[in-house]
């Protein structure tokens, strides 16, 4: 390679590790992946796009699933995302293998719900996983489930219930039926001995600070797991590999809050607006598209 050739690979590549990393959920959901990764990898940029005129996406059928992920995924290409996270595991199980092929030489990281590490640390060998109709009947859970609790004799019990994602959109009131009725579940779960918990749609891990209430009111032996630090280090590994970390910059040497979130949403409204501002708390700024 002569020295221009070198020289003009690396300013690609520079210019590429400042480029934003784009993340999409169906809604808001995808916000709790967002705080693993902005707290992982503070000198990165974030895009965010929440469908919210298509949300909920679980009830869907697939060959829609696929299309609004498709759109989704196209449109954080066009603001020139490094790498893009699908942060939906309904959007996952019928759009990852599509955008891939879409985006070959795009890296593209999808959820799945963290069945694994349940599994391999029940005792009780009976876990639970809630999520969405279209992640729980997708073929990302199934292939889990064969691969890792079969093999390991644990049973998962699959719940659904389709009132939790549009619980957390309009931000979970307490006063609301659907509180109730996860209470109820935590019991009915421990009834069947169930000792790990997965919550396998990023819309839940808002509501975590609630089950684990719940579990030490009834003194459950229960633990909750979900999948946002596991995607932080899968992320953080694969700008590494590829040489796009974002380099400290100077403004964050003196002030460390993480940077600004580019917020979009398909339907942007106040309701919206507060909503994410609440959901991340004061530590984090949000720029509205
Ligand atoms: N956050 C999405 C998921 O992880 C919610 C899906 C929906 O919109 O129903 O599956």
Redesign the pocket.
């Known amino acids: 390679m002569t020295a221009i050739g070198a020289a003009s690979l690396l300013t690609a590549s520079a210019s590429q590790s400042l480029a934003p990393i784009g993340l999409f959920?169906?809604?808001v959901?995808?916000l709790s992946v967002y705080q693993h990764l902005a707290k992982a990898l503070p000198n990165e940029r974030f895009v965010y796009f929440a469908d919210t005129l298509n949300?909920?996406?679980?009830?869907r059928d697939s060959t829609e699933i696929q299309a609004l992920t498709l759109s989704a995924v196209d449109w954080l290409c066009q603001q020139g995302c490094k790498l893009i996270v699908i942060?939906?595991?309904?959007?996952?199980a019928y759009g990852l293998t599509a955008a891939r092929l879409t985006y070959p030489n795009l890296p593209i990281v999808g959820?799945v719900p963290a069945l694994k590490p349940a599994v391999l640390a029940s005792q009780s060998r009976q876990v639970a996983v809630l999520?969405?109709k279209?992640?729980l009947s997708g073929a990302l859970l199934n292939q889990v489930i064969t691969e890792v609790a079969i093999p390991n004799q644990t049973q998962v019990i699959k719940y659904f219930d389709p009132e939790l994602?549009p619980w957390v959109e309009a931000g979970m009131p307490m006063t609301s039926s659907t509180a109730k009725r996860l209470g109820r579940q935590l019991l009915d779960f421990s009834d069947h001995q169930v000792d790990h918990i997965v919550l396998?749609?990023?819309?839940y891990p808002f509501f975590k600070a609630f089950l684990n209430a719940e579990i030490a009111k009834n003194q459950l032996a229960m633990t909750v797991i979900d999948s946002g630090q596991a995607i932080a280090e899968r992320v953080h590994y694969l700008l590494l590999q590829s040489n796009m970390i974002a380099p400290p910059h100077q403004k964050r040497l003196q002030n460390q809050a993480p940077l600004p979130l580019a917020f979009y949403a398909s339907k942007m409204d106040s309701h919206t607006k507060s909503l994410v501002q609440r959901l991340l708390g004061s530590k984090f700024c949000i720029t509205f598209l």
């Not at 942060?87 to 996952?92: I, L, M, V």
């Not at 396998?200 to 819309?203: E, K, L, S």
């Open positions: 959920d169906s809604g959901g995808g949300v909920p996406y679980g009830s942060a939906c595991n309904s959007a996952s959820l999520a969405t279209a992640t994602v396998g749609c990023t819309h």
